[in-house]
């Protein structure tokens, strides 16, 4: 397809194809001309998915919103561009030989946005919050490696000075561990454990997210936020080293065509979601330049309600799961050369030998549909498959409806909501049956198979397994690394096989677009996370 010319006109008829007929036209020129307003002009534009659900760390799950609020907020540590670990609000820190007490040391004279000096009790003060069950943050857990924190996120627990965190003075926080936990600097990069400014959210309540009123201490602060339109962050004077893209611009889209339209007639300098690349166009553009690819650990899968009949059957959730075609949806819809999926786990976690899981087999599928009482689907009752209005999510689940149909002989309705209202939707287990995805936290098999305890914050599913329960207590005290992983691996064919409260589809790969020229610091990695105060602008001071 070559570099993008300077005609706007001849821009606008590479994305025609892909739109139907006039109307798509029009729409694609509206997306040019009339979907975003130019407002504060910016160093960086970037395309970052849907409008955020929020942008209160404690509360955000999704990896678009952990983005903003990983550039407006920094924990004890933050990673490089290349999804290292390195040091952040800490400057540096001891672990104990029994691996069960961290020290962290924060930097001297570090501030919040207002200038207000940030403290070692401001972090227990913080992690307080987000593990009060007033707070109801479902990432809650992340905490929950610390003594005694599990007992007070879930209110058994009333008296927080018993929970493994202390600050002795104003730059040492003292943080005590129930069991060695190898990933736990990973953890301390991540938006659940920032602090936050308390008397901020105090004075201004749920508002305290909002520009103006915000206070952080990232390397931006939050300067405008105009909903469905943009969100402008700009440099923090008070961070403690300068970045080098001093104003970014984050347009939302749940449009790929939209999406991509704007980086091609240079409207926007970067597209960061995968979901936000039409599917439909990787083929023509993979070998341009501004085209980046790589594996990472992320994977999409089915959940099912089995609070709800008919997915309250092992039979019925086998069945459905082995009705799927993977080869089917990954050579047909994303296109991406994504790997096929059987298990949750994705490949990547030096040491962990996954299971086999649920392969694609339709006649077993079909006899345990008919064993569950619904041969060639007779009777089955009418349920509906939730999926969000992003990216190839439509079409993956109008195939999914497709391939239930063709091998299983039922009918699957379909349900589509907008990002934010399907977050919600999830949360609540509102549905039959949901088209969902997860993103590792960090490098572990861990970040994968924990979610899925009884009652856990991201678990979704309705599911619980005493066995399993105890099978991640007792890998969490198990100081041999083979051991450990030979238990999760145990774990997830409880999970993707034995029980199958989901049902994996597909491997990810990461997609982004970007001109080397235009935009430095961006670097693929495992976990894909890229920390804006990374990015610079290429023959420009960072």
Request: hydrophobic share 40%.
């Amino acid at each position: 397809m070559g570099r993008p010319g300077s005609s706007w006109f001849s821009r606008a008829l590479v994305v025609a194809p892909f739109l139907a007929g006039a109307l798509g036209l029009y729409l694609a020129f509206f997306y040019f001309f009339g979907g975003w307003s130019l407002g504060t002009p910016a160093n960086l534009v970037l395309c970052n998915g849907d409008e955020p659900q929020s942008l209160d760390p404690a509360i955000v799950t999704g990896q678009l919103e952990g983005r903003i609020c990983l550039a407006l907020f920094e924990g004890l540590t933050t990673r490089n561009a290349k999804g290292e670990i390195i040091p952040g609000m800490a400057e540096s820190w001891e672990i104990s030989p029994d691996g069960l007490t961290y020290t962290f040391h924060l930097r001297p004279g570090i501030k919040w946005s207002n200038g207000e000096p940030i403290t070692a009790q401001q972090f227990v003060d913080s992690w307080e919050r987000t593990l009060n069950p007033a707070t109801a943050s479902e990432y809650a857990y992340q905490l929950y490696y610390l003594v005694n924190a599990e007992a007070y996120g879930t209110g058994k627990l009333k008296d927080f000075s018993q929970v493994g965190v202390k600050a002795p003075d104003e730059r040492t926080l003292v943080v005590t561990l129930s069991h060695p936990t190898a990933y736990f600097l990973e953890l301390t990069s991540f938006q659940t454990l920032v602090p936050f400014h308390l008397p901020t959210i105090k004075k201004y309540g749920l508002d305290w997210i909002k520009p103006g009123k915000m206070v952080s201490n990232g390397p931006y602060v939050l300067k405008e936020w105009r909903l469905n339109d943009y969100i402008l962050v700009e440099e923090n004077p008070y961070y403690w080293r300068p970045v080098g893209v001093k104003r970014i611009k984050v347009l939302p889209t749940n449009n790929a065509t939209a999406c991509f339209n704007l980086f091609y007639s240079h409207k926007s300098d970067l597209i960061l979601d995968t979901r936000s690349i039409p599917s439909t166009l990787v083929s023509s553009i993979k070998d341009e330049p501004y085209f980046h690819a790589n594996p990472f650990g992320a994977t999409s899968f089915v959940r099912f309600n089995v609070k709800r009949k008919p997915f309250d059957d092992v039979r019925v959730r086998k069945a459905l799961a082995m009705a799927i075609d993977k080869v089917d949806i990954v050579t047909k819809i994303t296109r991406c050369g994504e790997p096929i999926a059987n298990t949750l786990v994705p490949p990547g976690n030096a040491g962990y030998t996954p299971p086999k899981g649920l392969t694609y087999d339709p006649a077993e599928a079909r006899r345990l549909l008919a064993e569950a009482g619904y041969p060639n689907g007779q009777g089955f009752p009418t349920v509906q498959l939730l999926y969000a209005k992003r990216g190839s999510g439509e079409e993956v689940a109008t195939e999914l409806q497709a391939l239930w149909k063709r091998d299983l002989g039922i009918s699957i309705g379909l349900r589509a909501q907008e990002w934010k209202v399907y977050l919600n939707t999830e949360q609540l287990i509102d549905f039959d049956l949901a088209m969902s995805a997860w993103i590792g936290d960090y490098n572990d098999p861990q970040t994968f198979i924990d979610m899925f305890v009884t009652d856990g914050g991201n678990n979704l599913t309705g599911w619980g397994n005493a066995q399993y329960d105890q099978m991640l207590a007792t890998s969490e005290n198990t100081a041999d690394p083979a051991k450990r992983m030979g238990i999760l691996r145990d774990m997830e064919k409880i999970l993707v096989e034995d029980e199958a409260p989901i049902a994996p589809i597909y491997f990810w790969v990461g997609m982004s677009l970007y001109y080397p020229d235009k935009v430095g610091g961006f670097e693929p990695n495992f976990v894909d996370d890229h920390r804006w105060g990374e990015f610079f602008i290429p023959g420009k001071t960072k």
